[in-house]
């Protein structure tokens, strides 16, 4: 299967590492309690999000662009700017049962806003075989939420000190600050235009 990979795929598969790792690395902040595990996961998704950026600009640049690299793509970006934005969020605080609702749900808004855009990539390219929009915002966009939590890292607004603290609802912890990937979550599966860049 290797052998069949293409040079684009090898950026993606980049992009899938650094995704993980930020994940390996929210789990050491977890177990050590020390900041700069934080930072790393940030810095982390930042390169997944330089891979994501480079194997499209390779795979037009080659004109090697495939279905399975297409979909690999949808895989790497789930585990990047899906699963890891959340994790960080989670290690960040939002601990609470309705913050784990929340980024469950934002995790799924993503799978569903990729999944929609494979199956009508086809459709909304047009003639020039191009897509030209977005139907609702693109899970990258999600590295917004990621520089959110690593500026509130450098401040030391973590866990209990996290902003705008924390509400108790039918004895459930909800930290307003989670809303923001309820707003993200939404955006991804909204039928809002967004022009291709």
Same mark, same amino acid.
């Given at each position: 299967?290797?052998?069949?990979?293409?040079?684009?795929?090898?950026?993606?598969?980049?992009?899938?590492?650094?995704?993980?790792? =930020?994940?390996?690395?929210? &789990?050491?902040? !977890?177990?050590?309690?020390? @900041?700069?595990?934080?930072?790393? /996961? *940030? #810095?982390?998704?930042?390169?997944?999000?330089?891979?994501?950026?480079?194997?499209?600009?390779?795979?037009?640049?080659?004109?090697?662009?495939?279905?399975?690299?297409?979909?690999?793509?949808?895989?790497?970006?789930?585990i990047s700017f899906g699963?890891?934005?959340?994790?960080? =969020?989670?290690?960040?605080? &939002?601990?609470? !049962?309705?913050?784990?609702? @929340?980024?469950?749900?934002?995790? /799924? *808004? #993503?799978?569903?806003?990729?999944?929609?855009?494979?199956?009508?990539?086809?459709?909304?390219?047009?003639?020039?075989?191009?897509?030209?929009?977005?139907?609702?915002?693109?899970?990258?966009?999600?590295?917004?939420?990621?520089?959110?939590?690593?500026?509130?890292?450098?401040?030391?607004?973590?866990?209990?000190?996290?902003?705008?603290?924390?509400?108790?609802?039918?004895?459930?912890?909800?930290?307003?600050?989670?809303?923001?990937?309820?707003?993200?979550?939404?955006?991804?599966?909204?039928?809002?235009?967004?022009?291709?860049?």
């Amino acid at each position: 299967m290797i052998r069949e990979f293409h040079l684009a795929d090898w950026f993606t598969l980049a992009n899938a590492v650094c995704g993980t790792g =930020a994940l390996f690395s929210m &789990m050491s902040y !977890l177990q050590s309690n020390q @900041v700069m595990h934080v930072y790393l /996961a *940030c #810095g982390l998704v930042l390169a997944a999000l330089v891979f994501d950026v480079l194997d499209g600009r390779i795979a037009r640049w080659r004109q090697q662009a495939s279905v399975m690299g297409r979909e690999l793509d949808s895989l790497a970006d789930v585990i990047s700017f899906g699963v890891a934005p959340a994790l960080i =969020a989670y290690g960040c605080g &939002m601990q609470g !049962l309705f913050d784990r609702i @929340v980024l469950a749900c934002f995790v /799924a *808004c #993503g799978v569903s806003r990729l999944a929609r855009y494979n199956v009508t990539a086809e459709a909304l390219s047009g003639d020039e075989g191009q897509v030209k929009y977005f139907e609702g915002t693109p899970i990258p966009t999600s590295l917004v939420l990621v520089l959110v939590m690593f500026v509130a890292a450098t401040q030391g607004a973590l866990r209990e000190s996290l902003w705008f603290g924390k509400l108790s609802i039918a004895g459930f912890s909800l930290h307003p600050l989670v809303l923001m990937f309820a707003l993200s979550g939404s955006l991804m599966v909204s039928r809002i235009r967004f022009p291709k860049l």
